[in-house]
Nanobody, 125 residues
Framework: QVQLVESGGGLVQAGDSLRLSCTASGRTFSSETMGWFRQAPGKEREFVAA????????YYSDSVKGRFTISGGNAKNTVYLQMNSLKPEDTAVYYC??????????????????WGQGTQVTVSS
């Protein structure tokens, strides 16, 4: 059974940075995709970023491109989301997730098989 545990959330001011961590266990990872999603109050959960576990290409939503960086995997059991220049609209619960099927959309929630419990990020103006 795969377990994902996020950490690193908190309350920051606009313009600050945070680094989220997602530690995975319960499975040997090789070709999976690790993704970060977020859900703001009253909104649907949305894609933020994804990376192939073995390293290589990274993918971002337009709203975070240039500000957020996903890293990790590649024989390590932790994936990170470095968030810079945070904005109040980044306020949400952030979730990491694992997609085991190497095909399919990296940004679609339905493609991900395992989810963490989430960590709250609050950005004040």
């Amino acid at each position: 059974q795969v377990q994902l545990v996020e950490s690193g959330g908190g309350l920051v001011q606009a313009g600050d940075s945070l680094r989220l961590s997602c530690t995975a266990s319960g499975r040997t990872f090789s070709s999976e995709t690790m993704g970060w999603f977020r859900q703001a109050p009253g909104k649907e959960r949305e894609f933020v970023a994804a990376v192939w576990w073995s390293g290589g290409s990274r993918y971002y939503s337009d709203s975070v491109k240039g500000r957020f960086t996903i890293s990790g995997g590649n024989a390590k059991n932790t994936v990170y989301l470095q968030m810079n220049s945070l904005k109040p609209e980044d306020t949400a619960v952030y979730y990491c997730a694992v997609k085991t099927n190497k095909y399919g959309s990296r940004s679609a929630l339905s493609e991900y098989d395992y989810w963490g419990q989430g960590t709250q990020v609050t950005v004040s103006s």
